[in-house]
Structures are given as structure tokens and as C-alpha cells.
């Protein structure tokens, strides 16, 4: 008698298993770090401050701020009584903020595209011809 369901029990165990824990995805993360002292926390505290004014500083957020009705000194206020977490979650928004450029990055990428065209070009013997 167990030898007539041993063959169903291998394969529903199998089943089992492959269901059960090959189909699911392992998940991963990287968890924020914790400062080990006070004074740590408020060199960081500081330094995400600093960060945020940078931004708050350019002329686009402070006339966009002004737009709103903020004056320069309730942003700084506001800035002063925001929790450590909000504080992080400002200083993380405004590095996109300022990963952006001024476009100067873009007129310079353009202008190489443009002097490897005319390189290839002339290597070529092809003439360049603007009328």
C-alpha cells in the first residue's frame, strides 16, 4: 500500500515546494542609517539644513515661495521646527532639485556630438558644405 502512493506523494510534496518557496522573490532593501551619538545626529541635522537653504536660496524656489505668499523667514522657521524625518525627506528631494543643471552640460554634450560628426566626416573625405 505505500508503495502505490509514493509516486503521488513525491509529486505533491514536489509541488508543495515549488509553490511554496521557489516562487517567491527574495526582497531586499537598504534600510537608512541611525546616528551613534546626539552630536552626530545634529551634525547631520545640520548638514541636511544646509542642504535644503542651498536650495531654497536658488531664484526659481525663492520667487515660486514668494508666489505662495512665504516671506524668507517662515521658510526658515518652518525649516527649524521640522522633525528629523521630514528634514531628510527635504534634503533627498532637494538633491534631485539640484542634479538637474543649468543646461550648461547640455550645450556642451551637444556642441562634442556636433565636433565628432564633423571629425567623422572629414575622416571620411566627405565635404562639408553650408550654403
Sequence with gaps: MLKRFRGPAL????????ILFVTFPAVAGLIPSMPSSAGMADQ????????????????????????YGLSA????????????????LMA????????????IGFVIGLLLIVLL???IMKLLDKKIIIK
Excluded at 509529486?11 to 515549488?18: A, I, M, R
Excluded at 522657521?77 to 521640522?82: D, E, N, P, R, V
Excluded at 534631485?96 to 543646461?103: C, E, K, V
Design 44 to 67: 547631520m541635522r545640520g548638514a541636511e539644513i544646509d542642504k535644503v537653504q542651498q536650495v531654497l536660496e536658488m531664484k526659481i524656489v525663492s520667487d515660486k515661495l514668494q508666489a
Design 73 to 88: 523667514d517662515e521658510v526658515k522657521a518652518k525649516l527649524q521646527s521640522m522633525s528629523n524625518t521630514q528634514l531628510h
Design 11 to 18: 509529486v505533491l510534496s514536489l509541488t508543495v515546494y515549488f
Design 117 to 119: 560628426v564633423i571629425l
Design 92 to 103: 533627498q528631494a532637494s538633491d534631485r532639485i539640484l542634479a538637474g543643471g543649468d543646461g
